[in-house]
């Protein structure tokens, strides 16, 4: 079974930027779509961006334009960048890897992103 861990979270300014990652191990990464979650205090949580085992992404309508997410199947890593930082993007990001044969659906701990001045 898959597992992942995000890292790259932290506080940061509005406007400024963060990356996360995300590693995978115990599994073949390129088979499973890859997805960041989002969870505010007191909030569902949210997809906050996918991208699939052809590359393809989507991403929520809040964060277009200002967020990408990527992977490197070498590294078996992923990744979010997010620019333009607002103070509501303020929640724990979660990775999350998927995938129907097998079932697979693995969850990380979360990391912690605070936009705040």
């Known amino acids: 079974q898959v597992q992942v861990v995000e890292s790259g979270g932290g506080l940061v300014q509005p406007g400024g930027s963060l990356r996360l990652s995300c590693a995978a191990s115990g599994g073949r990464f390129s088979n499973y779509a890859m997805a960041w979650y989002r969870q505010a205090p007191g909030k569902q949580r949210e997809l906050v961006a996918r991208?699939?085992?052809?590359?393809?992404?989507n991403y929520a309508d809040s964060v277009k334009g200002r967020f990408t997410i990527s992977r490197d199947n070498a590294k078996n890593t992923v990744y979010l960048q997010m620019n333009s930082l607002k103070s509501e993007d303020t929640a724990v990001y979660y990775c999350n890897a998927a995938s129907l044969v097998p079932f697979t659906d693995s969850w990380g701990q979360g990391t912690q992103v605070t936009v705040s001045s």
């Open positions: 991208i699939g085992r052809g590359s393809t992404t």
